[in-house]
């Protein structure tokens, strides 16, 4: 199977997509904001409000909603590690020897939060679960440093293998190798990727994962603030809140997650991200360096690899999947539902065994737009009603088979009497939405619209002003359809005419609208609308 990564780096957002053979099979996108909490970030929080009847915890970590903490997510070993972090905040001088694990009281499980935290605590908390929707990050007392080969657990003592391991004599190589390097009171999760993985290669990474677990507390260290005015001293409580590990970005994260043998290569439009990239390749797999590459395309990239249609039409409302079957995919606060249309085609006489095999497609693109939309939580699909006890299970197997490939924990329920099957899928982020919609192509979203027979002539005094403002050398994208307008006359087209006279190379972008145009810099980057207006 030929995997591949593309990375879209514009002003305000990353875009990420991942193709297996050629099929976009997943696709997230990254605001640029500095306030984006995303999972594994590591925060000094302060506790807003405890909430007995919940046996939580609401935690201000800086985002507009406060987070939420479960008394289960404290971690049995939070009254050590609770001292600890209080310990290293109060003398930012010296740093407190680290607790062996379990030298503490453990936590039960039928414990009270209310005994254990009160309003306005400082705590130390990781994100789990971004926030979705209205619903503020999901928060754990239990920090954990995830790697490529494995996850580092501080305040724990004991060495876990992935059960994917299947190898005995190689989950006890792994197991007795990371009980010898790990630094004394720590965990350690051995993820499936350091399966053969050499000794000197595992501690590398073990020590990478120490020195980032290090960084972190000399950050929560505050400054000694006995020297300094009531004023400051105020100012420095109100900045105790915040972040003190962030995660990698989302592009490096999912290279670290999902980066195997099978990538063929790794696509960046922007130099600094290519670098970045690239020295992590270099330092998870020397020998695949090479396919980290930079792209210096005239056409946007995921128009150029075929990716911005794979877009649009798999991720709108309604979704074909062949056959003239198509499904439509709605979402509500609580849950997703998918309905299974066999649309006006018939592949057989027969209403059962149509239904069957109409189901047996649906199931194929169900379990990829999960995939590709990351969509969570619970969904319900209701396919094509049968008959067949014996149909019905076949289905249900084979959906199963279908979600096993996923990597998100999930489960799936029969069917119902009534044709429904209940998903649930893990969530720890919000689901891909895009709008794949475009703006009228007359009005342009106003209902009233300018003479389209002088719109090239408008486009060229845009031209022009450009020009004179930046030089020669800016590209201009256009539609398609415009495009192909532009072009007509090959010679005494107006793209040749724009190009002798303003140096401007024209080029098509599928994302834009018919009369919308965006122009490109000599340096590569998208003149911004303030740029543009100057």
């Not at 495009?483 to 140096?503: D, E, F, I, M, P």
Request: charged fraction near 30%.
């Amino acid at each position: 199977m030929k995997s591949e990564l593309f990375v879209d780096v514009q002003p305000d957002e990353v875009t990420i997509a991942l193709t297996e053979d050629g099929r976009l099979q997943e696709i997230s996108r990254e605001k640029s904001a500095e306030d984006n909490f995303s999972v594994g970030n590591i925060y000094l929080g302060r506790v807003k409000k405890v909430m007995p009847a919940l046996n939580a915890a609401f935690v201000d970590v800086g985002h507009e909603k406060d987070a939420f903490l479960h008394y289960l997510d404290l971690g049995p070993q939070f009254i050590p590690f609770r001292k600890y972090v209080t310990a290293l905040m109060s003398d930012r001088r010296k740093q407190p020897s680290q607790p062996v694990p379990n030298s503490g009281a453990n936590l039960g499980k039928d414990g009270q939060i209310a005994d254990l935290l009160k309003t306005g605590d400082l705590i130390l908390v990781q994100v789990i679960k971004e926030p979705i929707n209205t619903k503020g990050p999901r928060l754990t007392a239990e920090i954990n440093l995830a790697g490529r080969n494995m996850v580092l657990l501080p305040f724990a003592d004991k060495v876990m293998v992935s059960q994917k391991i299947k190898r005995e004599a190689e989950r006890s190589r792994l197991k007795q190798l990371l009980q010898a390097i790990k630094p004394q009171g720590f965990g350690v999760i051995v993820r499936t990727m350091a399966e053969d993985k050499r000794a000197a290669e595992l501690d590398s990474e073990m020590r990478l994962l120490a020195k980032r677990w290090e960084d972190t507390l000399r950050k929560l260290q505050l400054p000694d603030t006995k020297a300094k005015s009531k004023q400051n001293a105020a100012r420095n409580r109100d900045e105790e809140v915040r972040l003190v590990n962030a995660e990698i970005g989302r592009t490096i994260g999912i290279i670290r997650d999902i980066f195997s043998p099978d990538f063929e290569s790794i696509q960046i439009n922007d130099e600094e991200m290519f670098g970045e990239v690239k020295r992590y390749v270099e330092l998870i797999a020397p020998d695949k360096a090479g396919i980290v590459r930079l792209y210096t395309g005239e056409q946007p990239l995921f128009d150029h690899f075929d990716l911005t249609r794979q877009t649009k039409t798999g991720l709108g409302r309604v979704v074909g999947f062949g056959n003239g079957g198509y499904l439509t995919i709605d979402k509500t606060e609580a849950l997703f539902s998918i309905d299974v249309n066999s649309g006006s085609k018939k592949l057989f006489e027969d209403q059962e065994e149509n239904a069957f095999r109409f189901n047996m497609l649906a199931a194929d693109e169900i379990a990829h737009q999960m995939r590709l939309r990351d969509i969570g939580g619970i969904i319900i699909v209701d396919f094509i009603d049968m008959d067949s006890k014996d149909n019905q299970q076949k289905l249900y197997d084979h959906v199963r088979m279908l979600m096993e490939k996923d990597r998100a924990k999930h489960h799936v329920l029969p069917l119902t009497k009534f044709g429904l099957m209940q998903i649930t899928r893990q969530r720890v982020r919000p689901a891909v939405e895009m709008d794949v919609t475009e703006v009228c192509p007359t009005c342009m979203g106003k209902g009233k619209i300018q003479p389209s027979i002088l719109f090239t002539d408008r486009l060229q005094n845009e031209i022009e002003t450009y020009a004179a403002q930046y030089g020669r050398g800016l590209r201009l994208q256009l539609h398609p359809f415009v495009y192909a307008y532009v072009c007509k006359g090959w010679l005494t087209s107006l793209k040749a005419k724009w190009h002798r006279k303003y140096g401007v190379r024209v080029t098509e972008n599928q994302n834009l609208g018919m009369l919308d145009r965006r122009f490109i810099g000599q340096d590569g980057k998208q003149l911004t609308d303030s740029e543009q207006k100057q």
